[in-house]
């Protein structure tokens, strides 16, 4: 009997007009770096190199910061709310009408599949600009204050995980409260954070209101540590948030963080079980595991734990991973021979510690990077594997028989990022979601995302709020989170 | 013959007792003109660790109360201190060196600001919470929660009021507190825990230590178990900024010093509350 | 603790864990039959174990659908999949209006599709009414598609027992080879499971073959746009199959909504578990509201994902339509010249 098997369905990477060189985009104009250091970046699915990208040093930032300040004090935060806000919906409109173009980028340049930046990235990068734009004229009503103001120069910081979706969570707030930005985004994954500097000469967006600084760790350590900035928004590392929590001590600066995370995926004997298995597969696998909440531990009470093994399998089997430009790929290329080897090597830390690793059987590229789908049973809390982040498509099998012994095992991490939950019985759900210490609990669903809400954890997984009201608190006066 | 007053001993307060220093030390605390007043107990580290495990114990309970008999409790506290009103205008006159006048107005502002918070329990989470219209069939809600065991450095100068001002809108959230009194005038805030003894407060919520700030506060800035840090009673800027850096160390929620000296008969509005709350978001699909 | 059909490897200790759907797959097992006898022995039993199934969550299935629906099947894949899609049709008359004149045509198009391409393969089977029967038949002589009537008082089943038995014994005594039966909603909705079942099991009986030939096949419709949720689609269809249907259908196409995407996932998912719990395998058949070729190659998407490519044959599963024939044809045309077909070149059903 010939099997279904499906073609390649490769969408046009024409459409994303890759240069072959980048520059700096510092009040407005794209400008070379001052010291004419410059970088590639590749694509994680081939190791083809798709463009030099430059590499700013303190004179860059130092431009940058200036230029953010002197259109601050003397353009944005004067600028009328409502005039802001038509500014964020123009940017909203352009992403739109560039979508496809920015789902290739983004997955050229990230190696995540085309299916999730067109139909889960760009679409909220968007929608974000949408809903903080219309909050520009009504700061005032937010409850945090009569007269909010903004705080001044914003340094931003983003990873390579949700490149462009990263940076709309950082500019559509700062922008919307009356803050101008310096943002740099991560160094694997700089190219759709360019192209938005475009979108921003398309609106004819002020010069210097959004400035782009690409680089490595050592440009986001000056723009953190700049004098002349006031607030520092970042989302990364556990490890790296310390160290820029560290580096604002004694100043004014303001700071948030969206760090790291180990979330639980607990599902119960009376769970919808073949949605909680999606949601098991979309909470790890989705965006190939690199996602700072990703239901990277899988909690099953031991009733059901045979049978949701072998669904959970069953279902890994039909993960299409490869070409991340193939409208068919489930998972894609691991972004960076480093994570690669983060990965392999808590994999095989997994191993030597006893667990039992099961890889979804499936053919990987050649050239690029690449990780299979993969599990580990036989995990207990004590395994590095069960504590530390992988940050790849690697789940933690761990079981349980009463809700309390889910809950103390959930909690039992230094982060408190999400949570999954899966019954159901409502009352155990808002139960659960009380005692569970996580700054976003997804009951019955995972990874769901929306710019009306708010996204943020508690404990090491960083403090202060992107998304809805809440998220305006990061970047006005006197409010917090 | 005039009558010789029965002297009270100044001790700790940790864990719902009453305890001396572990380390056996203590000093001496002088009125405003310069004359003895008593000997407070003088923290040490370990006093700090007992005082982080007590606050972390009572962390569960007091969270998981209602926010309805949170209020309650800290009326009573106002009640409590109602009744003791006299006993404390004389301690914060003699500490303070204030006039009776103004020291009886420092003590109403105490009670009522209690009477302030106590109504905020059950309302908090209305004002700061929130119903998420997101774009998809999810009901997503966003509720406040307490961030935990929080380590407050309680200003120096108001010994009172102040200390008040700053444990209230930790502790009606649901945290529980480890509290460094004013070092130069500590002898309110230990009457203050005798007050909160008798109150139906559970023990650990409110512990309070006296002694040297710059002793024991690096010990609460570095521990791990502590998820917050008040460093309003901090007013040297380079041990600020040192504490806030250790706190940097399991990313504690610093509230920094005030930049100008706080009036704290002032509307405090609601930044002190919320610096101590997490913010939680929970979606649940909506079908059939 | 979920009603379970025992394991079919027993092991002491294990089966308490174990839910229906535990049970290791095993080709040479006989058929759990003593404990479907069990489960399917009281109303209240019966009624247990239907709750008993895991529930469906709305939001999570029809979101799991929407992104199989993004699958892009092109060229080659496209080409197989519009080939079995033609040969999975169930192609249909099911009017008031039917002629013998009409049925004869629907005979000659179902044998070749496409006159002017002897390798477009032929449809299934055709579907009529009962009184038709025999006007196909004999107009089906020698031809491999095979011949389904519907029965059980067709669309809504609102008839006495013995009129349901009577009808289905003549479809097959004057040649049907398969039977599609409505079951009764209104039972079901009641809880009345007991009654549903003992229904399936009697017209399961009529459908034996009265010449000693093979036994016709048995297709349950449980008309899902009257049960309106995945819950209770899910509990029909293991109702269905408990009772020895040998496919689970959709719709009569007489309700709307028809066939939708998420209500064969959820179907597909119950045909899965059963075989895995008992061994035996039972087809699918949505039915009614599948026009597009896009539409049923969204649904052959679903079934290779689902229940896998065990399913992927026109034995285990079949499309319910009339109008898709020709969007099928009109793409395979396209497909095969490289230029857009036209309605004009294909015949009118």
Redesign the interface.
């Known amino acids: 009997m010939p099997t279904f098997e499906y073609a390649p369905a490769p969408e046009s990477r024409d459409v994303a007009r890759v240069r072959s060189a980048y520059s700096l985009f510092i009040n407005g104009e794209f400008v070379e770096p001052t010291d004419g250091r410059r970088f590639k970046t590749v694509s994680p699915a081939s190791e083809e190199v798709l463009a030099e990208v430059a590499q700013a040093g303190e004179e860059d930032v130092d431009r940058a910061v200036a230029a953010a300040r002197q259109a601050y004090d003397r353009i944005w935060s004067p600028m009328p709310g409502r005039e802001r806000a038509k500014y964020l919906y123009r940017i909203a409109r352009i992403i739109q009408e560039r979508a496809r173009e920015l789902a290739v980028l983004e997955s050229l340049d990230n190696g995540k599949p085309i299916r999730e930046s067109r139909d889960v990235d760009i679409p909220l990068v968007a929608a974000h600009f949408f809903y903080y734009a219309g909050w520009a004229d009504k700061l005032q009503y937010a409850g945090l204050g009569a007269d909010p103001r903004p705080l001044g120069v914003a340094a931003q910081v983003i990873p390579w995980n949700f490149p462009l979706l990263m940076l709309a969570w950082k500019i559509a707030p700062a922008l919307a409260c009356g803050n101008t930005v310096v943002l740099k985004p991560a160094e694997t994954t700089p190219l759709t954070a360019l192209v938005f500097a475009e979108i921003c000469q398309q609106a004819e967006l002020p010069p210097g209101v959004v400035n782009i600084l690409t680089g490595d760790g050592e440009t986001g350590q000056a723009l953190v540590t700049h004098d002349g900035v006031d607030k520092v928004a970042f989302t990364g590392s556990t490890e790296v948030g310390k160290a820029i929590a560290r580096s604002v001590a004694g100043t004014h600066k303001h700071v948030t963080l969206e760090l790291g995370g180990k979330a639980a995926n607990i599902v119960f004997e009376d769970a919808p079980l073949d949605q909680a298995v999606e949601g098991i597969v979309n909470g790890i696998f989705f965006n190939q595991g690199h996602v700072c909440c990703a239901g990277s531990r899988l909690l099953v009470q031991e009733s059901i734990y045979t049978d949701v093994l072998s669904r959970l399998k069953r279902r890994m089997g039909t993960l299409r991973v490869g070409d991340p430009l193939d409208k068919n790929t489930d998972v894609g290329a691991i972004n960076s021979p480093q994570q690669l080897a983060k990965i392999r090597m808590l994999s095989d830390v997994g191993e030597s510690e006893g667990a039992d690793r099961w890889s979804a059987p499936c053919e990987l590229p050649e050239h690029g990077y690449w990780f299979p789908p993969t599990i580990f049973t036989g995990v207990s809390q004590a395994h590095r594997i069960a504590r530390e982040e992988i940050f790849g498509p690697v789940l933690s099998v761990l079981t349980f028989r009463t809700p309390a012994e889910a809950v103390e095992k959930a909690n039992n991490t230094p982060y408190g990022l999400s949570a999954g939950v899966w019954t159901d019985k409502g009352s155990r759900i808002l139960w659960m979601a009380d005692k569970l210490r996580a700054g976003v609990v997804w009951a019955n669903t995972f990874n769901q995302f929306d710019p009306a809400s708010p996204f943020g954890g508690f404990k090491e997984s960083g403090y202060g709020r992107e998304g809805g009201r809440h998220g305006l608190s990061a970047y006005l006066s006197g409010a917090r989170a | 013959m005039t009558r010789l007053a029965v002297r009270k001993t100044y001790k700790l307060f940790v864990g719902g007792a009453f305890p001396r220093s572990e380390s056996g030390r203590s000093y001496a605390v002088y009125d405003a003109e310069g004359a003895f007043l008593a000997n407070a107990a003088l923290a040490s580290r370990k006093d700090a660790r007992d005082a982080v495990v007590a606050a972390r114990k009572a962390f569960g309970g007091w969270s998981g109360r209602t926010a309805h008999n949170r209020g309650q409790i800290l009326y009573r506290i106002a009640e409590m201190l109602e009744g003791r009103r006299s006993q404390f205008v004389d301690e914060v006159a003699a500490g303070e060196g204030l006039d009776r006048d103004r020291a009886q107005g420092v003590v109403d502002e105490s009670i009522d600001r209690w009477v302030w918070y106590a109504g905020w329990a059950d309302k908090v989470a209305q004002v700061v919470g929130a119903s998420n219209p997101v774009a998809g069939p999810y009901f997503d809600f966003s509720v406040p929660e307490p961030t935990g065991v929080v380590a407050v450095v309680a200003p120096q100068d108001s010994s009172l009021l102040g200390l008040v001002s700053v444990v209230a809108p930790v502790i009606v959230t649901g945290n529980t507190c480890v509290v460094l009194a004013s070092e130069r005038h500590p002898l309110p805030a230990i009457t203050l825990a005798e007050v909160l003894a008798t109150s139906d407060l559970p023990g650990g919520v409110i512990n309070i230590l006296t002694g040297n700030a710059a002793e024991v506060a690096p010990w609460l800035a570095s521990h791990m178990d502590v998820n917050a840090l008040d460093l309003t009673g901090v007013d040297d800027q380079a041990q600020a900024a040192d504490l806030e850096r250790a706190a940097a160390d399991n990313l504690k929620r610093v509230t920094r010093p005030p930049v100008r000296r706080p009036d704290w008969t002032a509307d405090p509005g609601l930044d002190r509350l919320t610096a101590y709350l997490e913010t939680k978001t929970v979606w649940h699909p909506i079908g059939i | 603790?979920?009603p379970r059909l025992c394991p079919l490897d027993h092991e002491p200790g294990k089966a308490l864990?174990?839910?229906p759907?535990?049970v290791p797959v095993s080709t040479t097992a006989a058929p759990a039959g003593s404990q479907i006898a069990e489960i399917t022995s009281s109303d209240a039993s019966l009624r247990r174990f239907l709750a008993g199934l895991?529930?469906?969550?709305?939001?999570?299935?029809e979101?799991?659908v929407a992104?199989l629906a993004?699958?892009?099947?092109?060229?080659?894949?496209?080409a197989?999949?519009l080939d079995?899609a033609i040969r999975m049709i169930d192609l249909t008359t099911l009017e008031g209006q039917d002629t013998p004149g009409k049925v004869r045509a629907l005979c000659a198009k179902a044998a070749h599709p496409d006159p002017a391409d002897p390798t477009c393969p032929p449809v299934a089977a055709i579907c009529v009414y009962p009184d038709l029967v025999p006007v196909a038949k004999d107009a089906l002589t020698g031809s491999p598609v095979h011949l389904a009537s519907v029965a059980t008082a067709f669309p809504s089943g609102r008839s006495s027992l013995d009129v349901k038995v009577r009808e289905t014994a003549d479809a097959v005594a004057a040649g049907a080879d398969e039977i599609d039966m409505v079951i009764d909603r209104g039972a079901f909705l009641a809880g009345g499971y007991s009654e549903v079942f003992e229904e399936i099991v009697a017209i399961k009986r009529a459908c034996v073959s009265p010449s000693g030939g093979p036994n016709a096949h048995l297709k349950v419709i449980l008309e899902t746009g009257e049960l309106?949720?995945y819950d209770n689609v899910r509990r029909a269809s293991w109702l269905a199959m408990l009772a020895g249907a040998d496919f689970i259908k959709t719709s009569t196409g007489k309700v709307s909504p028809a066939a939708t995407l998420p209500v064969t996932l959820v179907m597909l998912?119950a045909v899965r578990d059963f075989r895995e719990a008992t061994g035996r395998q039972v087809g699918v058949k949505p039915a009614g509201g599948i026009r597009t070729a896009k539409d049923a190659i969204r649904y052959?998407v679903l079934v290779?994902?689902t229940a896998g490519?065990d399913w992927?044959?026109p034995d285990w599963f079949r499309f319910g339509a009339s109008s898709l024939l020709n969007d099928l044809l009109m793409q395979r045309t396209k497909l095969r010249t490289g230029r857009y077909a036209g309605p004009d070149y294909f015949t009118l059903d």
């Not at chain 3, 895991?54 to 299935?61: E, F, L, N, R």
Request: net charge positive; no cysteine.
């Open positions: 603790m979920k864990r174990a839910t759907y535990t895991p529930g469906v969550d709305q939001v999570g299935a979101a799991r992104t993004t699958r892009s099947i092109k060229t080659s894949a496209k197989f999949a079995l309106v949720t998912e052959l290779n994902e490519e992927l044959d």
